[in-house]
């Protein structure tokens, strides 16, 4: 029997989630490289490389490793000009995964209140939520910038719960990395999240959220309003 949940608050993350953000984030890492006289990196080492915001993003692009250091001259150097490019294609090429318009129509006629979380910058978040038509869906949106802390950190979860009244211990998190996994347990959320997403190629089985699914699509056989 498929395990169902009934929240009465779920926040769910962006990248590697709700949107394939790697075609416009690879093209800005490849497009700063060059400007800055280093090789292009290429979107499937990007893709092994997001998940903890655009600077770590850089920093990982410069050293052309997941954990590698850098050098912090260079990076004073890229980083201006990877933000500058980012903003005018933020969500050129981006697109929602398959499911996700259905999995979103579905819980929003739950009436159950939905929120988004995201370690991406609210410059960045805004516009690609507008520009893919599903702004509209979300309650409230919390930002990598918006409160002093991020994702692992269970700030961001738990403020949305505080401003939409839910209990945490009655909320649910949808996500994708061991980021979003750590984030909902030290939240006291439930947590589900994407076979697809960015989990720097890790298998997310082994960071043991609640549920693994395939796509948003399968939610109503999941979620199930209280």
Known sequence: MTKQFSPELIMIDVDGTLVDSVP???WCVDETMKQIGLPERGEAAV???VGN???RLVERAL???LDAPHDPELFDKAMPIFDALYAENTSKRSMLYPGVQEGLDYLKSTGIKIGCITNKAERFTLPILNDLGIRDYFEIVISGDTLEKKKPDPLPLLHGAKELG???ENSLMLGDSTSDVKAAR???F??????????????IRDSNPDLVIDS????PDIIKPA
Do not use: F, K, T
């Open 24 to 26: 416009d984030l690879a």
């Open 47 to 49: 893709r092994n490389w």
């Open 53 to 55: 915001g655009v600077i």
């Open 63 to 65: 050293a052309n490793d």
């Open 166 to 168: 839910a209990n945490p």
């Open 186 to 188: 030290a939240a006291d």
């Open 190 to 203: 439930a947590i589900i999240c994407m076979s697809y997403g960015y989990n720097h190629g890790a298998d």
């Open 216 to 219: 948003m699509a399968e939610l």
